[in-house]
């Protein structure tokens, strides 16, 4: 079974600084996706990024990029010049083979407080 | 638009209720899923629908009892609840391409 694990429970960082969120995950899929989500106070999960297991790039999208390790088999995301929007929790997930219907299964996230 | 809702966002029930969540996404998405998310735990996966078949069923009591008549609609059927089940229940839907998008989620107290 595939399990993701985030190790950092709680991190914080101040406003435009970068900050680095640790994800890996275990599986025996060659095709497989990442995401990184985001879930503000609202509660309202939103996608912040995602990685297709093929791709030797790293994905970005504006101030937020990963750093994806296939061998090691991690997957961290960083948070570059942050802003106070970006307080939230984030949760790492993975997503076996691109069929439709198949499961995301998600770390227990990370509480990220951004700092004045 | 809002790509996926949720209604209602806030519910109150008694043990002996029966209530129905609902879901509906605007998003062409062929594949719907419902979630439990309870304090300090990770998100729980429910059902999967794809094609408006359940594909997955995760070991879920029988008080909850899901349905999608449709590739855009899905409800979430409640009766005899119990304290434990209050919690965020979260609905999503996805296209082949593999990336959920979620609604703003229905806030359940089971009293």
């Known amino acids: 079974a595939q399990t993701v694990t985030q190790s950092q429970p709680e991190m914080s960082v101040q406003e435009a600084e970068t900050v680095t969120l640790s994800c890996t995950y275990d599986?025996?899929?060659?095709?497989?996706?990442l995401f990184w989500y985001k879930q503000p106070p609202s509660r309202q999960m939103i996608l912040v990024i995602r990685q297709e297991a093929y791709k030797q790039q790293n994905a970005t999208e504006n101030r937020f990029s990963v750093n994806f390790q296939k061998a090691a088999k991690s997957f961290s995301l960083k948070i570059s010049d942050s802003q106070l929007g970006d307080a939230a929790m984030y949760f790492c997930?993975?997503?076996?083979?691109?069929?439709?219907?198949?499961?995301?299964?998600f770390g227990e996230g990370t509480q990220l407080t951004v700092n004045p | 638009e809002t790509g996926v809702t949720q209604t209602p966002r806030h519910l109150v029930m008694g043990m002996t209720n029966k209530k129905s969540l609902k879901c509906e996404q605007h998003l062409g998405h062929n594949a719907m899923y419902w979630y439990k998310q309870s304090a300090k735990k990770p998100l729980e996966l429910m059902f999967v629908y794809s094609l408006e078949e359940r594909v997955e069923n995760n070991s879920v009591p029988s008080r909850f009892s899901p349905e999608c008549p449709n590739s855009s609609h899905l409800f979430l059927h409640l009766h005899t609840l119990q304290p434990e089940d209050s919690a965020l229940y979260l609905c999503?839907?996805?296209?082949?391409?593999?990336?959920?998008?979620f609604g703003p989620g229905t806030r359940l107290t089971v009293t």
């Open positions: 999503a839907s996805s296209s082949s391409r593999g990336e959920q998008y």
């Open positions: 599986t025996s899929e060659s095709d497989y996706y």
């Open positions: 997930a993975y997503r076996r083979g691109e069929t439709s219907g198949s499961r995301l299964t």
